[in-house]
C-alpha cells in the first residue's frame, strides 16, 4: 500500500528538511468564489513553489480550496454552467500556478454549518462537480493531476455524499480526523480520539471513520 506523508501549510514555516520528509503538501488555502473564479497566487506558500521543488523535486503540490463566500461551493456545484465554469478556473489555476492537483475543503455538502445556502441537491450536484473537475484536469494532457477532498470523519458525512460515485473521480480522500469533540457536543473528549471510548455518547473517532468510509465503499488505499 502507498504510503502519503501530507501535510497542511498555512502561513507557518517550511523548511528544506520539512519537504524532504514528506511526500505531499497542501497549500491552505485558495479560495472558490461564487462566480466560479479562483485565487491564490498571492498566498506565500503559492510564491515558494520553486523552491519547493528546488529542495524536493518529487513532492507533489496541492493547492486545497474553501469557499471564499458561504454558499460559493453550492452555487459552482448547482448548475452545470457553473460546475463548468469553475472546474475550467481550477484547472487554469494548476498550470498558472505550476501546481500538482487540487484539494476540496466543502464544509459540507447538504449540510448548513457554515451559513451557506445548502440543500440535499447538493448530494448529487457534488458528484456532478467532481466529475467535472476530473475531465477538466485530465484535459491538460501535461501530467496526471491530483485530485482530493477534505472529508468530515463521521457519518453525517457518509450520508450527505455519494461516496462511490465520487470515487470514480478522486485519487484520495483526506479525512479530518480532528475536531472529532467540539463545539456542538454535549461532553468533553479528545478531539482526535484513535478509537472510540466505551461509554460515550458520541462515539466517533479515527478508527470509526476509516471503517465507516470504507464500508461505504471507499478503497481502503484511497483513505
Same mark, same amino acid.
Given at each position: $500500500?502507498?504510503?502519503?506523508?501530507?501535510?497542511?501549510?498555512?502561513?507557518?514555516?517550511?523548511?528544506?528538511?520539512?519537504?524532504?520528509?514528506?511526500?505531499?503538501?497542501?497549500?491552505? *488555502?485558495? *479560495?472558490?468564489?461564487?462566480?466560479?473564479?479562483?485565487?491564490?497566487?498571492?498566498?506565500?506558500?503559492?510564491? $515558494?513553489?520553486?523552491?519547493?521543488?528546488?529542495?524536493?523535486?518529487?513532492?507533489?503540490?496541492?493547492?486545497?480550496?474553501?469557499?471564499?463566500?458561504?454558499?460559493?461551493?453550492?452555487?459552482?456545484? +448547482?448548475?452545470?454552467? $457553473?460546475?463548468?465554469?469553475?472546474?475550467?478556473?481550477?484547472?487554469? %489555476?494548476?498550470?498558472? /500556478?505550476?501546481? !500538482?492537483?487540487?484539494?476540496?475543503?466543502?464544509?459540507?455538502?447538504?449540510?448548513?454549518?457554515?451559513?451557506? !445556502?445548502?440543500?440535499?441537491?447538493?448530494?448529487?450536484?457534488?458528484?456532478? *462537480?467532481?466529475? %467535472?473537475? +476530473?475531465?477538466? /484536469? !485530465?484535459?491538460?494532457?501535461?501530467?496526471?493531476?491530483? &485530485?482530493?477532498?477534505?472529508?468530515?470523519?463521521?457519518?453525517?458525512?457518509?450520508?450527505?455524499?455519494?461516496?462511490?460515485?465520487?470515487?470514480?473521480?478522486?485519487?484520495?480522500?483526506?479525512? $479530518?480526523?480532528?475536531? /472529532?469533540?467540539?463545539?456542538?457536543?454535549?461532553? %468533553?473528549?479528545?478531539?482526535?480520539?484513535?478509537?472510540?471510548?466505551?461509554? !460515550?455518547?458520541?462515539?466517533?473517532?479515527?478508527?470509526?471513520?476509516?471503517?465507516? &468510509?470504507?464500508?461505504?465503499?471507499?478503497?481502503?488505499?484511497? /483513505?
Amino acid at each position: $500500500m502507498k504510503k502519503y506523508l501530507l501535510a497542511y501549510v498555512g502561513k507557518g514555516e517550511i523548511t528544506r528538511e520539512d519537504t524532504q520528509q514528506l511526500t505531499h503538501i497542501n497549500i491552505a *488555502f485558495g *479560495f472558490l468564489h461564487k462566480d466560479g473564479t479562483i485565487s491564490a497566487k498571492d498566498h506565500d506558500k503559492v510564491q $515558494m513553489i520553486p523552491k519547493f521543488r528546488e529542495w524536493n523535486p518529487e513532492l507533489k503540490i496541492v493547492i486545497s480550496l474553501v469557499q471564499k463566500e458561504a454558499d460559493a461551493f453550492t452555487t459552482c456545484a +448547482r448548475s452545470e454552467e $457553473m460546475r463548468e465554469k469553475a472546474a475550467a478556473s481550477i484547472a487554469a %489555476a494548476v498550470t498558472e /500556478l505550476d501546481l !500538482d492537483g487540487v484539494d476540496l475543503d466543502w464544509e459540507y455538502p447538504c449540510v448548513p454549518s457554515n451559513g451557506g !445556502d445548502t440543500k440535499l441537491s447538493d448530494k448529487h450536484d457534488f458528484t456532478l *462537480f467532481c466529475e %467535472a473537475i +476530473r475531465r477538466h /484536469l !485530465d484535459a491538460l494532457q501535461t501530467k496526471k493531476y491530483l &485530485f482530493s477532498i477534505a472529508a468530515g470523519a463521521d457519518l453525517y458525512y457518509v450520508h450527505c455524499v455519494e461516496l462511490p460515485e465520487v470515487m470514480k473521480y478522486l485519487d484520495y480522500i483526506c479525512l $479530518m480526523t480532528y475536531d /472529532l469533540k467540539c463545539g456542538f457536543h454535549a461532553l %468533553a473528549g479528545h478531539h482526535t480520539s484513535l478509537y472510540s471510548k466505551v461509554g !460515550d455518547v458520541f462515539m466517533n473517532s479515527c478508527d470509526q471513520a476509516l471503517r465507516l &468510509f470504507h464500508e461505504a465503499g471507499v478503497p481502503k488505499d484511497k /483513505l
